[in-house]
């Protein structure tokens, strides 16, 4: 899947986020969400996952994208 078929509901030009280098939390066609953020290693993952780790006002901002 590539970016450009994903609605980024976080990120807004300002700041670092311009460069699609920071947190930001995005919608698929199907529905669900692809996070991105700093790797964690809070502890290891199964085979196949990842861990990301983003801030708080990340996600409250998606929720408001979504009218949630």
Same mark, same amino acid.
């Given at each position: 899947?590539?970016?450009?078929?994903? %609605? +980024?509901? %976080? &990120? *807004? &030009? *300002? #700041? *670092? $986020? *311009? !460069?699609?280098? $920071?947190? !930001?939390?995005? +919608? %698929?066609? /199907? &529905? /669900? @969400?692809?996070?991105? &953020?700093?790797?964690?290693?809070? @502890?290891?993952?199964?085979? #196949?996952?990842?861990?990301?780790?983003?801030?708080?006002? %990340?996600? +409250?901002?998606?929720? +408001?994208?979504?009218?949630?």
């Amino acid at each position: 899947m590539a970016r450009e078929e994903l %609605t +980024r509901l %976080t &990120g *807004n &030009g *300002n #700041g *670092n $986020c *311009n !460069n699609d280098d $920071c947190p !930001n939390v995005y +919608r %698929t066609a /199907s &529905g /669900s @969400f692809v996070v991105q &953020g700093d790797v964690s290693k809070v @502890f290891t993952a199964p085979d #196949g996952e990842g861990l990301v780790e983003i801030p708080e006002e %990340t996600l +409250r901002e998606a929720f +408001r994208a979504l009218g949630w």
